[in-house]
């Protein structure tokens, strides 16, 4: 079956510039993830829901990080105002519930901001 | 705080010979771990969990063992092949919270040698 997909698989955007990065969960999964990735580093944990609602938004940086997943399924992270240091790859997970351990993740989104 | 940390970054094996990854965490109240593996350009692929009420637990060619005494976890690879190149990562999801957030160490590098 599909597993998570991720568009665009690559970003390269002006700092300044407001970005949407796409993710699509594996089908009937409830519990969806947003990581980010620095070169060389473990994924870092940014927000979680849980259905609709963002269950733990904690990981996310600043206000200029926010995300949505307004049906239950597809997820947009949108960054406003990026700046250099927003470049990193953007990975998504999801599981089938709530607190469910094994997490299927993404590709990734590498986001480059010049 | 919390950090779940790998004791090297880089681990180089003969083909065939096992591999063991090290990992040490330092929350206490974690009550799950798991490893996955990141091959590059993909997000990373779920290979073993464990819960902290076991010891140890096997898959197939993998082991993961967990001392909670000294807070430490390690991955076994049995007759490591060239396809086991990959970086490894330790994460827990631990303590009283039951969102799935997963916090990850930095990796270790696994290169096989033929």
């Known amino acids: 079956g599909a597993g998570v997909s991720q568009t665009p698989s690559n970003k390269v955007t002006e700092k300044g510039k407001y970005v949407e990065l796409r993710c699509d969960p594996i089908s009937g999964h409830t519990a969806l993830y947003w990581y980010r990735q620095s070169l060389g580093q473990g994924p870092e944990f940014l927000i979680y829901?849980?259905?609709?609602?963002?269950?733990?938004d904690s990981g996310l940086p600043n206000d200029r990080f926010f995300a949505v997943r307004p049906e239950g399924s597809v997820s947009t992270l949108k960054i406003q105002r990026t700046e250099r240091g927003d470049s990193a790859v953007y990975l998504c997970?999801?599981?089938?519930?709530?607190?469910?351990?094994?997490?299927?993740f993404g590709p990734g989104t590498r986001l480059t901001v010049t | 705080g919390e950090s779940v940390g790998l004791h090297l970054p880089t681990l180089s094996v003969q083909e065939g010979d096992n591999s063991i990854i090290n990992c040490a965490y330092s929350n206490s109240a974690s009550d799950y771990f798991i490893w996955y593996k990141q091959e590059s350009g993909k997000g990373p692929q779920f290979i073993i969990d464990i819960r902290s009420n076991m010891d140890k637990r096997q898959g197939q060619r993998v082991t993961v063992l967990l001392n909670k005494t000294v807070k430490h976890l390690s991955l076994q690879i049995a007759a490591t092949q060239p396809g086991d190149s990959a970086v490894y990562f330790c994460a827990e999801s631990g303590g009283s919270s039951n969102t799935g957030k997963l916090i990850f160490g930095q990796g270790t590098t696994l290169q096989v040698k033929p």
């Open positions: 829901f849980q259905g609709t609602g963002a269950a733990d």
């Open positions: 997970a999801s599981s089938l519930w709530a607190g469910g351990r094994e997490q299927y």
